[in-house]
């Protein structure tokens, strides 16, 4: 291998932060705000810190993955604990080589170790359903009574964990950013223009269509 998989340190911090603007910057908004995500996800309580890695090449952090705790309710309002990864972010000069997939698998095998049952995440099927990831309508994990994103994806980390119930998701709070602060915190960075891309508006498209639920 050509690197090296480790747990975030303090002295990573900064350098999280940059490559994590840099490699979502214009990707589904112009501008972003995930560095400013991994920012307060640092001090939030359901930040998950054992499962906070960094990838690193050549001595240089060139990824960062970051999981917080979320929860499915089930019938009787039974709760189930489960996580929820991002931003996991790559820095633009090392996308589409593997790094990402490697440092994804990686964390997978260690909440394992620590007894999580199911990962939830809003993403790209196209990029996620080569890790196990499938729709959200398979496990009939809504975000809200009776509505399945697209972009609502599940993996089971323990197989049949979630048959057999109907579930919805609630994701941590931490992911409801205040627009303002992060527009602030945005200010310490190097600037960068804000763009309108193509690719922002396949995540509209994403983000805004649904999967019509088949069988219960």
């Known amino acids: 291998m050509d690197y ?7 002295k990573d911090y900064r350098a999280v932060e940059e490559l994590t603007k840099k490699a979502f910057w214009n990707i589904h908004t112009p501008g972003c705000n995930e560095h400013y995500l991994v920012h307060i996800l640092r001090s939030h309580p359901d930040y998950i810190s054992d499962l906070d890695y960094v990838i690193e090449k050549d001595g240089i952090v060139i990824g960062n993955i970051m999981y917080a705790k979320s929860k499915l309710i089930g019938q009787n309002n039974k709760e189930k604990t489960i996580i929820t990864f991002g931003p996991v972010s790559i ?5 589409r080589k593997g790094y990402g997939k490697a440092l994804i698998k990686y964390t997978f095998t ?3 170790k620590m007894k999580y049952e199911a990962i939830v995440i809003f993403g790209n099927p196209s990029n996620y359903v080569n890790l196990g ?7 009939n994990v809504s975000y809200s009574e009776g509505i399945y994103p697209t972009a609502l994806l599940v993996k089971e980390l ?6 057999g119930e109907k579930w919805l998701y609630k994701e941590s709070d931490v992911y409801n950013l205040d627009e303002h602060e992060a527009e602030k915190y945005d200010l310490q960075f190097e600037y960068l223009e804000k763009r309108v891309l193509e ?6 498209i994403l983000s805004n269509s649904r999967v019509i639920r088949t069988s219960d």
């Open 4 to 10: 090296i998989i480790r747990k975030e340190d303090k």
């Open 133 to 139: 990831f499938k729709s959200c309508n398979k496990y």
């Open 199 to 204: 690719s922002q508006e396949e995540f509209f």
């Open 91 to 95: 820095h633009p000069e090392y996308q």
């Open 158 to 163: 323990v197989e049949g964990s979630l048959h």
């Open 110 to 112: 260690e909440a394992i």
